[in-house]
């Protein structure tokens, strides 16, 4: 199964009456250990580039970084302001 | 369950022996219909800043965007060069 399928057996019912919302998963699998992650670093420019086409209030962005020894995973949901 | 046990869940057990990879989703649930989408431009930026961070070789990108009227999602998979 496609990760493209998974997001949409989980889109909820509700989805249109829901705000629009962006999703970012960035998930590195690597073959060492104990080399420096990227991702913190890599999280701060996807944000700007994010907020050259979305209008993103701070306050509407949760991350959610987890690391284990060969993945890492780097999770942005943001909720978008309505716009008519 | 969130993505990120999605995440955890799919992984081969021969994640060990295969070459590092980057996987990027981008999903923008829509609230109206018939707005334009940014996720073509999105993906071009989003490539220039992985750049930045590792060497990627255009032959071990794939690209996948698929859109429906409340859903647009953008797969980026990239194998990453081996480092010693």
């Known amino acids: 199964m496609s990760l ?3 997001f949409k ?3 909820p019912n509700t989805a249109r009456l829901a705000k629009e919302r962006l999703q ?3 998930a590195h699998e690597r073959s060492a250990r104990n080399q420096p992650s990227y991702l913190p670093e890599l999280q701060k420019e996807l944000m ?3 907020k050259k086409y979305v ?3 701070q ?5 959610n970084y987890e690391s284990d020894d060969d993945q890492e ?3 942005l949901n943001i909720v978008l302001p309505e716009h008519d």
Chains 1, 2 share one sequence.
């Open 4 to 6: 493209l399928n998974y």
């Open 9 to 11: 057996r989980t889109k």
């Open 24 to 26: 970012i998963l960035v």
């Open 48 to 50: 700007a580039v994010i």
């Open 55 to 57: 209008q993103v209030n």
């Open 59 to 63: 306050d509407d962005i949760s991350i």
């Open 73 to 75: 995973t780097l999770e």
